[in-house]
């Protein structure tokens, strides 16, 4: 019988001890996994409880409460000198706790940009908002700073793990809204904060992981109740909350999706039909309301089959094509609770294509309302599909007779100017022309937005007719377009061919009868407007006129009050029409109110300069208590964190924003964005350990990234060419763009902190704090390039940025040989 020797390795400490990282790395995976679930649900949150813009402030949040958590650490070093588990135990397990305190808590704040204009302690309240919702990024933050100052060589390692543990969070929270809504994404999050503690608190006491055991418990009980038991507060100016005050009025159900949350009404606010003439005096048909995100008001108007009980349609002005274009082939885009595919029946369209990019409303008016609706999406003439616009007509090969672009939303919502930082690619000069490209020869487009005077995003609309057809070669736009008004709304068509004499007149003839105003069709006169519904002066004629003047045109948009040039695909934001040198005349045309001002352009800086106190009050400053050796080395490779810091969320809310364009939505885009920016960056800083840091490898990273993004900014228009493509073939190509940037972009935050753990070690959580900070400031930093220059700009604002990084490199390697001071 043989007998085997048995070998023992040499280093058995040093195997447990990789055991023990593998371990922590595991935690750190599901906390960062769960972290970045938060940060996505919260922009759910807040474009529901606030409006859309705001999701933006919780990107700065998250950031904020990572670079305080560099600050605790220097002051508090002893914290690092604790057992390494312990330590990331109970951190984790104070983040799983906090997510849903701070939650409930946030709810209680009384926070509401509408009263901006007349509460001076709202500006204290968003203050609060950030400091509460900060707190579980901030303990988030501690624990991966905990890591990374311990993991000395296993730096990548740790990096890797954080990285691809927040990729799968950007993308597992999306399947999640529909069962559970988002106060059960919440507490979901909340879980997976828990159990990354129990992976941490393995070698710890019975005691301390029977208590994590019972809160786990304690929310997998609360999951299936948190939709009732911690309801999102919505601002009681949101049209949600007017219309349930009415009386009788009742809210039939609530539906989550990634992309919205839906709410069924019945109330007595719900009469959906802009612009109505007021020529019609019946009743119309009874209505449903469908609320998205708290706005964005529809409805689903009862149908009985019978087209007579449509009659009501025949007094929208924005069934004004009808006139002129005898049974249509008709698109109607963001057809909703079908009111625009209402009008076509009513006007005996041969074909009826209707495209609505949430599926919920979809779904509500062909199931629960399909007997309320009429079965108008079930019926052999209307073809209905699920998409957004902007795709479904860069994809579609079918010929237009008519293409509706369907209002929604209230007017009082766009009045406050707060969609002034949303992107909107349906309204660029790239869309329209598009729009126009697919009309047949003898088709219109018809778009319709409410009327806002002083005149501004209602007169854009021109702005951008004007705009495509002249990028198409149409010599005359004047003799393509006509322009009439409502008591309420103002509508425009554009015309593939010139407007024929005969169509003009029966233009002048429609406005007649139903009591609208011409604001422009070719060879209008003065004495021909401003006759029914009355301002003082002619107003929108005046300013289409001087628009549709091209000699005169670009002088006019110079000393126009506010910016109505054509919005692009570069620069999307339709609704932001603020000019910085006319603030003060701006503020006196609406009346001398701030909260329009707040709510739209102005509200970027506000954010930036709280973001920037904040950054100060509990990052920077703290840090004076700290006393370190001073070395100008590593103060000099402090301006290198913060620099990278400044470029990878350049990028990062970069990219977002301009692939809305290619994935539809904001959320869709968020989660593909950061699902292929955070993955990528996880290989790329797992790979940097076969980099030496400070070599001449370690600074082609630097120069690679700063060319990249350079070219990346000088190639972001040709984006749109994919979006002649799939969804799927668009979600794929979006990862491999986004993969080579990320990649890199993973590199040189690791190569900084072996930089510094090799003669620096005491600075690290200084350069924590300083990325941190840096990042906060990057978060909002682009969003206010963007509006002014172009996403292009911000691209080679951030290649600059990595550039610029060398210079520290450089420097550093300067000091290092002389002696620390």
């Not at 779904?363 to 073809?383: A, P, T």
Request: charged letters at 15%; aromatic letters at 12%; one cysteine or more.
């Amino acid at each position: 019988m043989t007998t085997r020797k048995m070998i023992l390795p040499k280093d058995l400490n040093g195997i447990l001890r990789m055991n023990d990282w593998a371990r922590r790395c595991a935690g750190i995976f599901l906390l960062s996994t769960a972290t970045l679930m938060l940060q996505v649900t919260y922009t759910r949150v807040f474009s529901i409880a606030l409006w859309y813009h705001f999701v933006w402030m919780i990107v700065s949040i998250a950031l904020l409460g990572y670079a305080i958590s560099g600050t605790f650490l220097s002051i508090y070093h002893q914290f690092s000198e604790k057992n390494i588990d312990q330590s990331l135990t109970f951190v984790s397990a104070g983040f799983s706790l906090s997510v849903i305190i701070t939650y409930i808590l946030s709810n209680r704040i009384p926070f509401d940009p509408v009263t901006i204009a007349w509460d001076n302690l709202q500006l204290l309240y968003i203050s609060l908002y950030y400091l509460l919702l900060t707190i579980p990024f901030f303990l988030s933050g501690t624990a991966l700073a905990l890591a990374i100052e311990k993991s000395e060589t296993r730096i990548n390692l740790v990096y890797f793990s954080s990285f691809i543990g927040s990729a799968v969070g950007s993308v597992l929270v999306l399947p999640l809204f529909n069962p559970l809504s988002g106060p059960g994404v919440i507490v979901a999050t909340s879980i997976i904060g828990i159990l990354s503690s129990l992976v941490f608190s393995r070698k710890l006491d019975k005691k301390i992981n029977l208590s994590l055991v019972g809160w786990t418990l304690t929310l997998l009980i609360l999951l299936p109740l948190s939709g009732s038991a911690m309801p999102i507060h919505i601002s009681p100016y949101k049209s949600l909350n007017v219309a349930l005050r009415y009386n009788d009025a009742s809210l039939i159900e609530t539906r989550w999706n990634a992309i919205s949350r839906v709410d069924v009404v019945e109330s007595g606010y719900v009469r959906y039909a802009p612009g109505l003439s007021l020529q019609y005096d019946e009743t119309i048909p009874e209505q449903i309301g469908i609320f998205v995100d708290g706005e964005g008001l529809n409805a689903i108007t009862k149908y009985n089959g019978e087209p007579s009980s449509l009659s009501f349609t025949g007094y929208l002005p924005s069934t004004l094509p009808y006139r002129l274009v005898k049974k249509p082939n008709t698109l109607v885009i963001d057809s909703g609770g079908g009111l625009g595919v209402l009008s076509a029946l009513y006007f005996n369209s041969s074909k009826i294509y209707a495209v609505e990019e949430n599926p919920l409303i979809i779904d509500l008016v062909r199931d629960e309302y399909s007997s309320f609706s009429g079965y108008i999406y079930d019926n052999d003439k209307i073809d209905v599909s699920v998409s957004d616009g902007r795709s479904f007509i860069e994809t579609s090969k079918e010929k237009y007779d008519i293409i509706e672009l369907s209002m929604t939303g209230g007017a009082s919502a766009a009045s406050t100017g707060i969609y002034a930082l949303s992107e909107n690619y349906l309204y660029t000069v790239e869309s329209f022309t598009s729009f126009i490209e697919r009309l047949s020869e003898d088709g219109f487009l018809s778009v319709s937005r409410w009327l806002l005077p002083p005149p501004r995003e209602d007169v854009r609309i021109v702005s951008l007719a004007i705009s495509s057809l002249e990028s198409l070669g149409v010599p005359n736009p004047e003799e393509h377009l006509a322009v009439i008004r409502s008591w309420g709304t103002i509508n425009l068509i554009v015309g593939k061919s010139p407007l024929s004499a005969r169509q003009t007149e029966s233009i002048r003839l429609f406005c007649r009868e139903m009591g609208f105003d011409i604001v422009h069709v070719p060879g209008v006169q003065a004495s021909e407007v401003n006759i029914y519904n009355r301002f003082p002066e002619p107003i929108y004629y005046d300013t289409v006129h001087k628009l549709l003047h091209s000699e005169a045109r670009e002088s006019f948009y110079q000393s126009y009050l506010y910016n109505i040039e054509a919005s692009t695909d570069e620069k999307p934001f339709f609704f932001n029409f603020f000019k910085w040198d006319r603030i003060a005349e701006t503020y006196r045309s609406l009346d001398e109110k701030w909260q329009p001002l707040i709510e739209g352009g102005l509200l970027v800086p506000v954010v930036l300069v709280q973001a920037l106190l904040l950054s100060i009050v509990f990052v920077l400053y703290p840090l004076r208590r700290v006393k370190l050796t001073r070395s100008r080395e590593g103060s000099v490779l402090l301006v290198y964190f913060f620099l990278i810091g400044l470029g990878y969320m350049f990028i990062e809310i970069t990219t977002v924003q301009r692939f809305i364009l290619v994935l539809g939505s904001s959320i869709r885009s968020i989660s593909a964005v950061f699902f292929s920016l955070l993955l990528s960056s996880g290989l790329g800083s797992y790979y940097s350990k076969k980099i030496e840091p400070g070599s001449r490898d370690h600074k082609m990273v630097l120069q690679a990234l700063g060319v990249l993004s350079i070219i990346y900014g000088l190639i972001a228009p040709l984006i749109r060419l994919t979006l002649e493509l799939t969804f799927l073939a668009r979600l794929l190509i979006s990862f491999v763009i986004v993969m080579p940037l990320g990649f890199l972009m993973g590199m040189p935050f690791p190569l900084g902190i072996r930089l510094l753990s090799t003669s620096n070690k005491h600075y690290i959580n200084w350069a924590w704090a300083i990325n941190g900070c840096a990042s906060v400031l990057g978060s909002i930093l682009p969003m206010m390039i963007a509006l002014y220059f172009g996403f292009s700009k911000v691209y080679i604002f951030a290649g600059a940025m990595y550039l610029a990084t060398l210079i520290p490199m450089v420097l550093k390697y300067k000091v290092s040989t002389r002696a620390p001071v």
